[in-house]
Structure formats: structure tokens, C-alpha cells
């Protein structure tokens, strides 16, 4: 059964820092391309970061570069975002997202909410 499911998210002040866990079953992680997304209320879903299946190349949102940080554990079969630095307009709904030939598999989202 494939299956992705975010956790690590949670209510932090700015400058904060939060880390999310993206465990998945049933992939064979070393072919797919993986990335987290984010999504605040009346907001369209957004790219955050990526790395190619051969994670060859990571890739991020301007808005987050020297701030978070995407890294992917194939043998744990873990996808993890350390984000640093948060700020208010980081909160949203943060989505796992797996990709190959082009068929995207999602997670259940965990929120993250910067508040002082």
C-alpha cells in the first residue's frame, strides 16, 4: 500500500525552528522525485523544496533558500524539511509529495503555524 504521512508540525514563534518527517511505505524512494508543499488558507498550494530521484539536485523556493533545509533517507524510506529562521508567513498546511512519470502521490499535510 503506498502511503505518505507528515508529521513534525506544531505552533512556534518566530525564529523558531521546526522539523517535519515525511514517512512513506510502498515506494521505492530512489525513483522518485520527492518535495514538500505548502498551502495557506485562501492561498494557492505552493513548491517549497525538491530533490531529483537521484538526489542529484535540490532545489528551493526563494522565499525559504538559507532557511530550510530538504533532505531524503531511502533506507529509512524518510523525507525530512528542517526549517530554521520560521517566520509568520511560513504558516501553512505542509504537504509530502512523491513524483514519477509525472503521477504525484501526496500526504495528509501537517500544519505549521509562526505566531508570537
Known amino acids: 500500500q503506498l502511503q505518505l504521512v507528515e508529521s513534525g508540525g506544531g505552533l512556534v514563534q518566530p525564529g523558531g525552528s521546526l522539523r517535519l518527517s515525511c514517512a512513506t511505505s510502498?515506494?521505492?524512494?530512489?525513483?522518485?522525485?520527492v518535495g514538500w508543499f505548502r498551502q495557506a488558507p485562501g492561498k494557492e498550494r505552493e513548491a517549497v523544496s525538491c530533490?531529483?530521484?537521484?538526489?542529484?539536485?535540490?532545489n528551493y523556493a526563494d522565499s525559504v533558500k538559507g532557511r530550510f533545509t530538504m533532505s531524503r533517507d531511502v533506507a529509512k524510506n524518510t523525507v525530512y524539511l528542517q526549517m530554521n529562521s520560521l517566520k509568520p508567513e511560513d504558516t501553512a498546511a505542509y504537504y509530502c509529495?512523491?513524483?514519477?512519470?509525472?503521477?504525484?502521490?501526496w500526504g495528509q499535510g501537517t500544519q505549521v503555524t509562526v505566531s508570537s
Open positions: 509529495n512523491l513524483r514519477q512519470a509525472l503521477h504525484d502521490y
Open positions: 530533490i531529483s530521484s537521484s538526489g542529484g539536485s535540490t
Open positions: 510502498g515506494f521505492s524512494l530512489g525513483y522518485y522525485g
